[in-house]
């Protein structure tokens, strides 16, 4: 059973900075895709970075040059570096993780894995 545990999230103020940290288990290998999405209040939930198996990454318009994603495949832990943080950062931000085998990925397709439960961020002026 795969599992994803989310951490580090918390309440900083602009301009701050966090680490999430995205503990996955239930993998036979580290052949899958990963990443972390977020939800604001009354907002859907939006892909915000992802990193495939082979180390190919994405990120959304609104946080590239800010936010950085890694994995650490020998501790089966992925994390999300955000820096120059803004208030329309703020929401819940959530790990996600899918098997893959063909090269190609999508924020959409990585939606369609599996999650974990989410840690809070806060971003005010």
């Known amino acids: 059973q795969v599992q994803l545990v989310e951490s580090g999230g918390g309440s900083v103020q602009t301009g701050g900075s966090l680490r999430l940290s995205c503990s996955i288990s239930?993998?036979?290998?580290?052949?899958?895709?990963l990443g972390w999405f977020r939800q604001a209040p009354g907002q859907e939930r939006e892909g915000v970075a992802r990193?495939?198996?082979?180390?190919?990454?994405a990120y959304a318009d609104s946080v590239k040059g800010r936010f950085t994603i890694s994995r650490d495949n020998a501790k089966n832990t992925a994390y999300l570096q955000m820096n120059s943080l803004k208030p329309e950062d703020t929401g819940v931000y959530y790990c996600?993780?899918?098997?893959?085998?063909?090269?190609?990925?999508?924020?959409?397709?990585?939606?369609?894995?599996?999650w974990g439960q989410g840690t809070q961020v806060t971003v005010s002026n």
């Open positions: 239930g993998y036979s290998n580290t052949g899958y895709c």
């Open positions: 990193m495939d198996k082979d180390g190919r990454i």
């Open positions: 996600a993780a899918r098997e893959q085998v063909a090269t190609g990925t999508s924020f959409y397709w990585l939606s369609l894995g599996n």
